[in-house]
C-alpha cells in the first residue's frame, strides 16, 4: 500500500510562505529578522496600548478627583469655619492658655491671619475639583506633598483603593512612555551618527544615556525658571531646582510646594495643567535616563561575569596542567 501524496500549488505555496513570513519573519541561522511590516505592526500596536492607558489615566484621575471632591469638601468647610469661630474667640483675651495657642497654630497653618474676618483663599478652594485633581495627580505618581489629605473617613478609606489602583496604572502608563521615549532617542542617534553608533550595542547605550542625561538636565533648568515665576521672587534659582527634582523623583518632602489658591479659576487651571504636563514629561525623561543607567549597568555587570569565568576557568586548565 502506498502512502498518501499531497500537493501544493504554486499559489497555495505562495501564500503559505506569505504567511509564515508575516508572522514570524524570516529565519536566519538561529535568529529571525523581523520584516519592516511585521515590525511596523508592532510598533503601531505597542503606540496604541500608550495612548490606551494615558487615557485610560486621565479619566481615572478625573472620576477620583470628583469622587474625592464629594467626600472631603462638605467637610473641609466647616473645619474651616470652625477654626475661624476658635479664632476670633481668642482674640478676645489676653492671656492665652495653651489650648487657645494650639488653636492659633491651626488657624494659621490653615491660611488664616490673627485679625482674620472671612475664611481664607485656602478655605475657599479646598477641596474644589481643581485643588482636588491636583492631589489625585500627587497621590498616583507617589510624590505625597503632605499639605493637602483627606480628613474624613470615608475619603481615607476611598484613598486607599484609589491609590491601589491608581499607582499602578501610573507605573505601567510611564514604563511604555520611557520605552517610546528610549526608541526615539535610540532611532535618532542612529540617524544622525550613522554607523558609529550601529557598531555595537555598548556605544549605542552610552549615546541613549548621554542623549536622556543631558535632556533630563535641560528640562530642569528651564522648568526651574518657570517655577521660580510660579512661586515668586523668594525662590532662588537653586531652590526651584530643587523642588522639581524632588518632585519627578517623587520623592516630596514638602518643603516646597505650589500654592495657587489665591489666583483666578482661569490661572489656576493654567498653572495645574502646566504643572501635571511638566511634571508628567520630567518623569518620564528621569525614567528614560534610569533605564539606559540599568541597561548600560547590566551590560558592565555581563562582561564582568564573563571576564571572571574566563579567569576561573583558565586558572583550572593551569592547576590541571
Known amino acids: 500500500m502506498q502512502p498518501p501524496s499531497f500537493s501544493i500549488s504554486p499559489r497555495s505555496s505562495k501564500s503559505l510562505i506569505s504567511h509564515v513570513s508575516s508572522s514570524e519573519g524570516i529565519r536566519k541561522g538561529s535568529a529571525v529578522i523581523m520584516l519592516p511590516m511585521e515590525r511596523e505592526r508592532q510598533v503601531n500596536k505597542s503606540v496604541c496600548q500608550m495612548v490606551c492607558l494615558i487615557v485610560a489615566q486621565f479619566i481615572f484621575l478625573m472620576s477620583g478627583s470628583a469622587i474625592f471632591m464629594w467626600l472631603e469638601r462638605e467637610s473641609a468647610q466647616e473645619g474651616y469655619k470652625t477654626a475661624l469661630m476658635e479664632l476670633k474667640e481668642v ?39 481643581i485643588s482636588t485633581l491636583y492631589f489625585s495627580i500627587t497621590s498616583t505618581t507617589t510624590i505625597g506633598y503632605g499639605h493637602h489629605s483627606p480628613m474624613t473617613e470615608y475619603g481615607q478609606l476611598f484613598c486607599i483603593a484609589f491609590s491601589l489602583l491608581g499607582i499602578p496604572l501610573h507605573m505601567l502608563t510611564l514604563m511604555h512612555i520611557s520605552k517610546h521615549l528610549n526608541t526615539v532617542i535610540s532611532r535618532f542617534l542612529n540617524f544622525s551618527a550613522g554607523n558609529y553608533i550601529n557598531k555595537g550595542q555598548g556605544k549605542k547605550d552610552i549615546g541613549t544615556f548621554i542623549a536622556t542625561c543631558t535632556l533630563l538636565i535641560f528640562f530642569v533648568m528651564f522648568s526651574a525658571g518657570s517655577v521660580r515665576l510660579v512661586m515668586g521672587d523668594d525662590t532662588s534659582y537653586i531652590e526651584a531646582i530643587y ?28 498653572i495645574l495643567a502646566l504643572w501635571a504636563l511638566a511634571l508628567y514629561v520630567g518623569m518620564s525623561i528621569l525614567s528614560a535616563t534610569i533605564m539606559s543607567i540599568s541597561s548600560r549597568a547590566k551590560m558592565s555587570h555581563r562582561k564582568v561575569f564573563e571576564l571572571m569565568n574566563r579567569l576561573a576557568f583558565g586558572k583550572k586548565i593551569q592547576e590541571t596542567t
Do not use: C, M
Open 243 to 270: 523642588f522639581i527634582y524632588v518632585t519627578i523623583s517623587t520623592i516630596g518632602f514638602g518643603d516646597f510646594v505650589i500654592r495657587f489658591e489665591e489666583q483666578n479659576d482661569y490661572n489656576r487651571v493654567v
Open 91 to 129: 482674640r478676645n483675651n489676653l492671656y492665652l492658655t495653651p489650648d487657645q495657642e494650639f488653636v492659633l497654630k491651626k488657624a494659621f497653618s490653615k491660611g488664616f491671619s490673627f485679625n482674620a474676618e472671612e475664611l481664607p483663599a485656602t478655605a475657599r478652594h479646598s477641596w474644589d475639583f
